[in-house]
């Protein structure tokens, strides 16, 4: 699928949203993608999921972690198109861990699978607790990258779409200068 294809099924699902949001990052910005509007569609989300599998297909995934919550469904879907395990981690204490009885051991081989990137912090929580256990990480995918190139890890990389989005800082928001009121659509409670 081509990134412009992959635009459209945002557009199509109504999750690209127009506003003035408050991001999970305390970013503010003048669009949203609202995933729940992509990942409650069972036949997009294995649409997009089989082509973040197609992505990391060659390279021997044992399995698959995402964060808690949409990277459940992710990591489910991946997981299945990869025929691997799939497991989560959740936000214990202001990070992000393993529970549940999840394990990982150091002859697991890691595809970290996110659906939005905007500063890829929770990704690199996701990736500390992986390196805990001594797996190989073999890169991280996501739906769409909005991070305009911020987001930096030190394994492959490769997301669906790459969207240029602009984010303020709250105190130097021109949104919120004009008076305008943001709303905060997310649920991570960071």
Known sequence: ???????????????????????????????????????????????????????????????VVGPMTGGIILAHEVGKQLGTKAIFTERVDGRMQFRRGFTLSPADRVLIVEDIITTGGSVLEVIDEVRKNKSTIVGIGCLVDRSSGRAKFDVPFKPLLTMEVVTYQPDDCPLCKSGSKAIKPGSTNK
């Open 1 to 63: 699928m081509t990134e412009k294809e992959i635009l459209q099924i945002l557009k199509d699902s109504n999750a690209l949203l127009e506003g003035h949001f408050v991001l999970t990052s305390g970013l503010h910005s003048p669009q949203y993608i609202e995933k729940f509007r992509l990942l409650e569609q069972p036949k997009l989300t294995e649409l997009l999921c089989k082509e973040l599998a197609e992505k990391f297909r060659d390279d021997e995934v044992t399995v």
